[in-house]
């Protein structure tokens, strides 16, 4: 084995706790946060009888990431369950970022070109364009 080799195991094995310790906080918080809201909503709301006739999606405000931050503030169980959502959609983005910044710190630049070019297009994809 290369000392080029070696040194690249190595920082495989360095950024793979990190990593995982990232992703699981990532989850775990927001499974926390969607239970928790989901059983405020339940508090709130549980009691309406829901009218299965025509369907209606979640209200517009609910639908963009403003609309959510904008609940948040007012206090509305429904923002924070789309909150938690997000916190979950957030993962794996912030896993990839985390990983291009670590290449970048060990000079790694094909690994973090990649992660780069994974990056933007996850980023690309959520922005709705």
Known sequence: MSARETNQASTDERLEAPIGMLLQAGVLTAAAVVLLSGAWYLVRFGGAHPDYYAFRSEPAQFRSVSGILRGLAS????????????????????????????????????????????????????SGV
Do not use: E, K, M, N
Request: charged share 10%.
């Open 75 to 126: 206090w509305d169980c429904r923002a924070y369950i789309q909150f938690g959502v997000l916190l979950l959609i957030a993962t794996p983005v912030a896993r990839v970022a985390f990983a291009a910044a670590a290449f970048l710190a060990v000079r790694d630049r094909t690994y973090f070109a990649v992660s780069l070019i994974v990056l933007v297009v996850l980023l690309y994809s959520l």
